[in-house]
């Protein structure tokens, strides 16, 4: 299969960019002493200016020679990621490899609305995603707390931070940028991704429907089905979704979503009869037979405010389908791998509305990410400026209590317990 993104290569206008990452990485994760390990101490969650690393292009007594301007690489909190890659599981050898080895990184078509960049490593396993000098002091700031919690939890759903670095050439601007892991590595094919926020404003993918495939994020209104699970781990889920989402508000971050990634198993959506399954499907069945959200929701009860605005989406949606999933209890199940936690895999199935039709399995790929924003005054102009044209409720910019409360709430709608 073909892989996403476009290879960087000389003449890429982020070529030197990525030299410049490749080098630093490397002499930040190899150089002499780095594979010591000892306790964490409190000073080093202090991102201290001493990390500051000159890369002559004539090379010094610490840095290799290279190809491109003179420029200075800084590393921040160093031993606070080292300890985070090996608490993932994330070998040296394979993270130097898999970012600085022989071959480019590629760079995704700015999935994004921010400006970032992201590039994607060789093997997929990683994401580097440039950001914004605000998100790496949010990011600075919480990672005590960051720290605690990915520990506490090892079925966490928030990003998985690697590494955090800037780098600035002779002449160039500052480049921060965050390593962490791609949701969506897998050796099986991701059929359809939502990024889901649990707000409804702007919230469709701009592409038409023609033009959606596997590499369309699709978004809180595109989707028109529920992932159904098995009690145990729809409790368990919602369980994580809490504490990750409290941690959040803790921490006064919002605007993180729900990525989700979609791998049919019988590969219905590469069939040429129905390119465009989650379109296409429902119109496959008798409308009567079709399942509508006050069927399927009646018996929960919803109270806060913040539900009429999903209610108002819910209404919109005519035709579902019902996607079954039960995630075994572990993912070594589905993938033979010990690192991956359950969470972030899962197999199951899909059904249609009756459940007499044909059974589809699928597997899940999920996790909370973009979750440097705080609720700045950026933000929070966001928020009033829209609020005049729209329900306030239905802005993604809210204040990180609401978000929290609205993403819950959301979530606890799109799966479904198994009963
Ligand atoms: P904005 O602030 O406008 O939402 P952004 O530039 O901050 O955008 P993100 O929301 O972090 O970007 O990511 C944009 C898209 O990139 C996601 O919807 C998803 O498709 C992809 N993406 C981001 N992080 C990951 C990840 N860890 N694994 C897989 N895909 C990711
Ligand atoms: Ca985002
Ligand atoms: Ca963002």
């Not at 595109?222 to 729809?234: A, E, G, I, K």
Request: aromatic share 12%; net charge neutral; hydrophobic share 35%.
């Amino acid at each position: 299969a073909k892989k996403p993104g476009q290879t960087i290569s000389k003449g890429h206008k982020n070529y030197d960019l990525m030299l410049n990452l490749q080098l630093g990485i490397r002499y930040s994760i190899g150089k002499p002493g780095s594979m010591q390990p000892r306790e964490l101490r409190p000073a080093d969650f202090d991102p201290m200016e001493k990390f500051w690393t000159r890369f002559p292009p004539e090379g010094s007594k610490i840095t290799p020679p290279h190809r491109s301007v003179e420029f200075r690489w800084k590393d921040y909190c160093p031993m606070v990621f080292r300890h985070l890659r090996k608490l993932f599981s994330v070998d040296p050898a394979v993270y130097m490899v898999a970012i600085c080895g022989n071959g480019a990184l590629r760079e995704l078509s700015s999935p994004g609305k921010s400006g970032s960049f992201f590039f994607l490593t060789q093997d997929d396993r990683f994401i580097i995603k440039t950001v914004k000098k605000s998100e790496v002091k949010v990011l600075i700031r919480m990672l005590p707390s960051y720290y605690r919690h990915v520990c506490q939890y090892e079925n966490s759903l928030v990003t998985r931070f690697y590494g955090v670095h800037c780098v600035k050439s002779n002449g160039g601007q500052k480049v921060r940028f965050i390593v962490m892991g791609n949701l969506f590595c897998s050796e099986y094919h991701i059929h359809r991704r939502f990024d889901l926020k649990g707000s409804s404003h702007g919230r469709t993918t701009d592409k038409v429907e023609r033009e959606i495939d596997e590499t369309t994020t699709l978004k809180d209104l595109d989707l028109n089905f529920v992932f159904h699970l098995q009690t145990s781990w729809y409790m368990e889920l919602l369980v994580q979704v809490k504490l990750d989402c409290e941690f959040l508000e803790k921490e006064g971050i919002m605007d993180y979503s729900l990525l989700v990634g979609v791998h049919f198993c019988d590969d219905i959506s590469a069939s040429k009869m129905c390119p465009s399954p989650f379109f296409a499907l429902p119109k496959l069945y008798d409308q009567k037979e079709t399942f509508k959200w006050g069927d399927i929701w009646s018996d929960l009860c919803f109270s806060s405010s913040t539900c009429q605005d999903m209610d108002q989406i819910l209404d919109t949606w005519k035709s579902l389908i019902r996607l079954g999933v039960n995630l075994p209890a572990r993912a070594e199940h589905i993938t033979g791998t010990e690192s991956e936690p359950p969470f972030l895999v899962g197999g199951g199935g899909m059904s249609t509305p009756t459940g007499s039709g044909k059974l589809h399995d699928v597997l899940l790929y999920f996790g909370i990410i973009d979750i440097l924003q705080g609720y700045d005054i950026t933000k929070k102009l966001e928020h009033a400026y829209k609020s005049l044209q729209v329900d306030p409720n239905s802005i993604s910019a809210v204040d990180p209590k609401l978000y929290s409360r609205r993403f819950q709430d959301f979530i606890s709608r799109i799966f479904m317990e198994d009963t």
